[in-house]
C-alpha cells in the first residue's frame, strides 16, 4: 500500500513537472529589431505615442480622466470647504 502511495506521488511530480517546463506550441516571430528602429527613430514623435492610434487613444483618455479628475476633487474640496447651515 505504501509503495502504490509513493508511486503515484512520484508519477503527479512527473506531470506537473511536464506541464510547467513544456514550451509552448504558439511560435512569434522575433520583431524585437523593428520595434527598437522604430522606438529610436529620430522623428519628432514622442516615444509613448509612436505605437499608432492605441497609444494615442490612450494617452488622451489617461490626459481626460487625470484633468477631470483634478477638477473634480478641487470641486469636492470647494464643496466640503463650505458646509450647509443647520437651522
Same mark, same amino acid.
Request: net charge positive; hydrophobic share 45%; aromatic share 8%.
Given at each position: #500500500?505504501?509503495?502504490?502511495?509513493?508511486? #503515484?506521488?512520484? &508519477?503527479?511530480?512527473? =506531470? /506537473?513537472? *511536464?506541464? =510547467?517546463?513544456?514550451?509552448?506550441?504558439?511560435?512569434?516571430?522575433? *520583431?524585437? &529589431? !523593428?520595434?527598437?528602429?522604430?522606438?529610436? !527613430? !529620430?522623428? /519628432?514623435?514622442?516615444?509613448?505615442?509612436?505605437?499608432?492610434? +492605441?497609444? +494615442?487613444? @490612450?494617452? *488622451?483618455?489617461?490626459?481626460?480622466?487625470?484633468?477631470?479628475? &483634478?477638477?473634480? &476633487?478641487?470641486?469636492? @474640496?470647494? +464643496?466640503?470647504?463650505?458646509?450647509?447651515?443647520?437651522?
Amino acid at each position: #500500500n505504501r509503495a502504490k502511495m509513493l508511486r #503515484n506521488l512520484l &508519477a503527479l511530480r512527473q =506531470i /506537473g513537472q *511536464r506541464t =510547467i517546463s513544456t514550451t509552448s506550441h504558439m511560435h512569434f516571430k522575433n *520583431r524585437v &529589431a !523593428e520595434k527598437q528602429k522604430l522606438f529610436q !527613430e !529620430e522623428d /519628432g514623435i514622442p516615444v509613448y505615442l509612436k505605437g499608432g492610434i +492605441v497609444d +494615442v487613444i @490612450l494617452y *488622451r483618455a489617461t490626459m481626460i480622466l487625470t484633468v477631470g479628475g &483634478a477638477a473634480y &476633487a478641487m470641486y469636492q @474640496l470647494a +464643496v466640503a470647504s463650505f458646509p450647509k447651515k443647520q437651522d
